[in-house]
């Protein structure tokens, strides 16, 4: 079965501060890994995905996600926080196989930050 | 720009009625799923599309429906509509490749009185 949670429904850091979102998942295989963004009003926005190549994962807006097996964590960091920021962000799992794909997500984490 | 356009962007209904939801996949795409998102949650997996055939649902019932046309575009149908449908509907569409991502439009946010 597969299933992500992620820590901390809100989350609320300073401008210029570290921002830390965690996210660990369960998957019976090898997972493939998302995190999307969500501002207000609106729908996901891809930030940045595993797909076993490397193990750190580089994505846009400075964030950046480290996959670890041994812990089954998947968290999304960012060293220095901007007030655009702020939005709801959502761990994902993919499960796949042939042509069907089906995306499992956490239940969010909303990021305030604070001037 | 995904290039995903979901109509309408809002939508009122009265309990019992019929909805019916549209999606504009990207350029290219071949796959379409649907996702409801309710208040607070993460999107939850509704049923997905590939070359104008469901291949995959998720836990909901079958007055959840849906269509994909030779243009790869797709409708979803929800009919005796429940308060509880009451949520954001994501549209989501992707290449046939599998765990790749997906990309998403700006849903449809209905209500249900």
């Known amino acids: 079965a597969q299933s992500v949670t992620q820590l901390g429904s809100h989350v609320s850091v300073s401008e210029g501060a570290l921002v830390l979102l965690r996210c660990n998942y369960s998957?019976?295989?090898?997972?493939?890994l998302f995190w999307y963004v969500q501002y207000p009003n609106q729908g996901l926005q891809l930030l940045l995905k595993y797909t076993s190549a490397a193990t750190l994962v580089k994505g846009i807006n400075g964030f950046e996600a480290e996959f670890k097996k041994s812990e089954t964590s998947f968290h999304l960091t960012k060293p220095s926080a901007h007030m655009s920021d702020a939005a709801e962000y959502f761990c994902a799992v993919s499960l796949g196989a042939g042509n069907f794909n089906k995306f499992y997500f956490g239940s969010g984490t909303k990021l305030n930050v604070k001037p | 720009e995904t290039g995903v356009t979901q109509s309408p962007t809002h939508l009122i209904k009265t309990r019992g009625q019929q909805v019916t939801l549209r999606c504009s996949s990207q350029s290219g795409h071949n796959t379409v799923s649907w996702y409801q998102q309710a208040l607070g949650q993460g999107p939850q997996f509704i049923f997905q599309y590939y070359r104008e055939e469901e291949n995959g649902r998720g836990n909901f019932p079958p007055r959840f429906s849906g269509l994909q046309f030779p243009n790869y575009s797709s409708e979803l149908n929800v009919n005796a509509l429940e308060l509880d449908d009451s949520a954001l509907y994501l549209c989501a569409s992707s290449l046939e490749t599998m765990n790749t991502e997906a990309f998403f439009g700006q849903g449809t946010r209905l209500t249900v009185v």
């Open positions: 998957s019976s295989v090898p997972p493939y």
